[in-house]
């Protein structure tokens, strides 16, 4: 069946960077096509619906919703809507995985780029998934109200991406818009006047194709998101890519190694606006969610019983680069405030982790407390730990490592491609740590404005901990960007940590009088009043090696006058250990331990007397 009979239909995914506006342009979209009634109170990134999207800022996860246009064809004719359904996709190199797996559900593709910043490393790796898939794409180049916009210069750069990436010449044919998402606002060419997203609108139904499907054909769909519902249990979502599905209908589910599963359809729902609609039945082209199916995992293809289709290719993301360890929670203060701190508990929970992001890879180890969890970075990892302890899980995390692969004879580590847009007069501080991180510098642009933006690329594992010290450097002026660009060589052994840490050597209670004198050792990460342990880091150390110290000593009172005795204590306020500083900074010989109230760095060997020195190799 030609595509025409899907004609009402379109299926665009909104890849960008992150914070370059995709969710906000998003927003815009809902908002112009009357999915809100009028007066509804809608939040900001009304897509970004989970707690840790909005507190961040970021996209973690992929959504689904659809918008509906007037069919320019078909003017005046009752119903004659054009339906289009957005996928709105993560823009941190961390969450690529749920890039990949959703781009599939989509015929084409809204690239955004900010008009200042231009592409950048994750622009890079989507736009390069979307051409491999034969997309369609329609450059949106957003934020031209910025001051110091360079629109003409970022079209450039993204043709120059397009060609860098090998696109066809119909793909490198790309449409272009300018917009500014926040206002809703897009137009065809600078000197127009914009007024709303029509164009938009109108270029996604000129340049898109419908999907390709046959209604009349067997049932044909890839799952590639599942979700929970409360009422109906497990939802697996995807695009019918042939026949119809529609409630209480029997299908095959052919999961991994080509076992066929019989299961019966209890809902079929699509998603209409913001919400997930109950609509009976639905055919080729459209995207939908089907409860009825407990044990459906990303990558199965749902068929008919009766004349089952051949299965899709499960779906593969890019291996991750990074791992950590998970270990039950052995601390003295283990158990205070946590609900799940057994090991089976952890075991269950990263196992259920696993099944739903794809980009990360959970494997025991031989000792049954002990789990190691690979992922693609620090953030991935941070927000795992996040999200687990707000449900209630209590554990402790090792040293982030980087994943270390073996071909013929060779050990080859991962490499970061990382782009730094800072002012120019830190550019000396930035090459020179990067240096020593055995970074090379591989490109090196002057952006005017007085800033200067360079390329390098760098072993992944000489990138942990630099995020933060690059802040500092930069007094918070810089921009780091990174994306994994292949494997090399290892490079040999590289310093961890410079400082060492300030360990207590006792437990109780922090005192104003002890953390007094210790504060020219170093920067604290407690307070007075802050109960500690034995062999828990209180702070780090201006110099390579550890300090153990007395962090509880209180003063001795006496019945002699002292000069200075009723002096205040003034302290500098302590660093706060959140959980990307405490993956930064833990070493080799140290855990974070991360609990539902409290994120605390120790020891491994709490024990001074057994504890070995530190080794900063």
Same mark, same amino acid.
């Given at each position: ?12 995914? %909104? ?31 009304? /897509?970004?619906? *989970? ?34 359904? %957005? ?13 990949? @797996? ?16 231009? #592409? ?21 180049? *957003? ?78 769909? /890839? ?21 119809? %599905? ?97 090991? +089976?508990?952890? @075991? ?89 991180? +055995? ?31 690059? /802040? ?16 090399? #060589? ?30 020219? +050792? ?27 110290? *007395? ?9 002699? +006058? ?56």
């Amino acid at each position: 069946m030609s595509s025409s009979a899907l004609s009402h239909l379109r299926n665009v995914c %909104i890849i960008a960077h992150v914070d370059h506006g995709k969710t906000t342009l998003v927003d815009s979209m809902l908002k112009q096509t009357g999915v809100f009634r009028s007066g509804q109170e809608v939040a900001d990134r009304v /897509l970004d619906s *989970n707690d840790l999207e909005r507190e961040r800022g970021i996209t973690i996860l992929a959504k689904q919703c659809s918008v509906r246009f007037p069919d320019p064809g078909a003017p005046g004719r009752p119903g004659g809507e054009i339906k289009i359904n %957005i996928v709105d996709t993560p823009g941190h190199a961390d969450f690529g995985g749920e890039v990949e @797996r959703t781009l599939s559900m989509a015929d084409g593709a809204i690239l955004l780029v900010d008009a200042a910043e231009g #592409p950048l490393p994750q622009t890079r790796f989507v736009l390069g998934k979307a051409l491999s898939l034969g997309m369609t794409i329609i450059v949106v180049i *957003n934020k031209i109200d910025r001051p110091d916009a360079r629109p003409d210069e970022v079209l450039n750069e993204v043709f120059d991406l397009f060609v860098d990436l090998e696109a066809s010449d119909e793909q490198a044919d790309f449409p272009v818009l300018y917009a500014i998402g926040k206002q809703g606002m897009a137009k065809r060419s600078l000197e127009e006047e914009g007024k709303d997203l029509m164009p938009l609108f109108e270029t996604i139904i000129e340049r898109v194709r419908p999907p390709k499907g046959d209604p009349s054909a067997p049932l044909r769909m /890839l799952v590639h998101d599942t979700q929970h519902d409360d009422y109906v249990g497990r939802l697996a979502i995807g695009k019918v890519v042939d026949g119809s %599905i529609g409630d209480n209908m029997p299908v095959a589910r052919i999961a991994e190694h080509d076992k066929q599963v019989r299961a019966k359809i209890t809902k079929v729902y699509n998603f209409e606006g913001m919400v997930r609609t109950p609509c009976g039945s639905v055919s080729a082209g459209d995207i939908v969610a089907l409860a009825g199916m407990d044990e459906v995992q990303i990558g199965d293809t749902i068929t008919d019983p009766e004349k089952p289709a051949a299965a899709f290719p499960r779906i593969r993301v890019e291996e991750p680069t990074l791992k950590v360890t998970f270990l039950v929670n052995t601390s003295p203060f283990a158990g205070k405030s946590g609900k799940w701190v057994t090991s +089976r508990h952890l @075991r269950e929970r990263l196992e259920k982790e696993a099944r739903k992001n794809l980009a990360m890879r959970f494997e025991p180890t031989d000792q049954p407390d002990v789990f190691t969890v690979l992922g693609r970075g620090e953030l991935m990892i941070a927000v795992l730990l996040e999200t687990m302890r707000r449900e209630g899980y209590e554990m402790a995390v090792g040293m982030p490592e980087v994943v270390v692969k073996e071909e013929a004879g060779q050990k080859l580590e991962p490499v970061e491609r990382v782009v730094v847009d800072v002012p120019e007069n830190f550019v000396g501080v930035v090459t020179t740590n990067l240096g020593q991180r +055995r970074g090379q510098m591989v490109k090196m642009t002057n952006l005017g404005f007085g800033r200067a933006r360079i390329e390098f690329r760098v072993p992944s594992r000489g990138l942990i901990g630099f995020r933060s010290q690059f /802040l500092t450097e930069t007094r918070g002026t810089g921009l780091l960007n990174t994306l994994f660009d292949g494997w090399e #060589p290892y490079a040999g052994p590289m310093l961890r940590r410079p400082s060492g840490a300030m360990v207590s050597d006792r437990t109780g209670e922090c005192t104003a009088y002890a953390l007094d004198h210790l504060q020219p +050792r170093g920067v604290l990460f407690v307070k007075p009043g802050d109960e500690v342990y034995e062999g828990m880091v209180c702070g780090e150390h201006n110099r390579e090696n550890d300090l153990d110290v *007395n962090v509880v000593r209180e003063k001795k009172l006496s019945n002699v +006058r002292s000069k200075n005795k009723d002096d205040n204590v003034v302290l500098s306020p302590p660093r706060v250990i959140t959980l990307e500083l405490g993956l930064e900074f833990v070493d080799r010989d140290e855990l974070m331990e991360v609990t539902p109230d409290a994120i605390r760095l120790r020891k491994k060997v709490l024990e001074i007397a057994r504890r070995p020195r530190r080794d900063a190799e």
